[in-house]
């Protein structure tokens, strides 16, 4: 299926990275990651309620063999997911959208071997990859954070998606992820890293950024404050990404805090 929704019974939206990253904002348990840390994409299905996995919305990894077209698609989980309450195994046979036959797809992305040496590239360079992403965002990330974005970006194996280049490793490492919490953490001081703070505090309800460049909380109760980023494009001409930056209140409503598009500089790695 080519559909999707957020809640069940929820609007549906047509399925592709734009409007995915959109509505879910790379929440839980949208995106999640499994006991061996790879990334996992869900929703819902808009017709029967059953959870559904995004196959292929990074990557591009496969051809579909009868259209010729690179697709991405969801399907019908074959059991209950974490964070989705509703399971119906009897909705899911009897749902319009439900197609038990696996689709014919070939599978493309970087050869092997290119696949190979991004991999050793990475391996190799790790201190350095943490350092530049860090610079990336002009935050401080946490050892803990920067140890899930790889763990999850090397176990996934998202080094083979066709967009990941030996230049643009921090970028890929930092996009192809579940948002990321920012609660805590500590912006550094510079020019991004001060619009950064700067925007913080003038437009969140719930968090400011102390001197320090700590980001803390200034109301009581349950609020989150994240960072995700998206429209991550490596091609062509503009080489860009955007950062998002929003918080969450106790009912869960997401407010926007900062869009910030980024221009892609390369990094070089020996
Ligand atoms: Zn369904």
Request: some cysteine; aromatic content about 14%; charged content about 25%.
């Amino acid at each position: 299926m080519d559909v999707f929704a957020i809640k069940k019974n929820g609007t549906p939206s047509l399925l592709n990275i734009d409007n995915f990253e959109e509505l879910t904002k790379k929440r839980f348990p949208y995106y999640q990651y499994g006991t061996d840390k790879k990334l996992k994409c869900y929703a819902v299905c808009p017709e029967c309620g059953n959870p559904i996995h995004i196959i292929n919305l990074y990557g591009a990894e496969m051809i579909q063999n009868q259209t010729g077209i690179i697709a991405t698609y969801a399907k019908h989980t074959r059991g209950k997911v974490s964070g989705f309450e509703f399971w119906n195994l009897y909705d899911k046979e009897d749902c319009s959208l439900y197609n038990p036959t696996p689709l014919g797809n070939t599978e493309i992305k970087h050869s092997d071997e290119y696949s190979e040496e991004l991999k050793e590239l990475i391996e190799n360079n790790k201190r350095n990859v943490f350092k530049n992403i860090r610079e990336v965002v002009s935050i401080n990330l946490s050892t803990q954070i920067i140890n899930r974005l790889y763990d999850s970006f090397m176990n996934s194996n998202s080094y083979t998606y066709k967009a990941v280049t030996k230049y643009n490793i921090p970028y890929a490492m930092l996009y192809y992820q579940q948002s990321i919490s920012l609660y805590g953490q500590y912006i550094v001081k510079g020019i991004f890293g001060d619009l950064l703070s700067d925007q913080i505090n003038e437009k969140s309800r719930f968090f400011k950024v102390e001197n320090t460049g700590e980001i803390v909380k200034n109301v009581t109760g349950y609020r989150t404050i994240n960072m995700m980023f998206k429209q991550f494009k490596a091609t062509g001409n503009e080489k860009t990404i955007t950062m998002e930056i929003y918080e969450t209140d106790g009912e869960d409503r997401v407010y926007t805090i900062l869009k910030e598009k980024i221009s892609l500089k390369s990094y070089i790695y020996r």
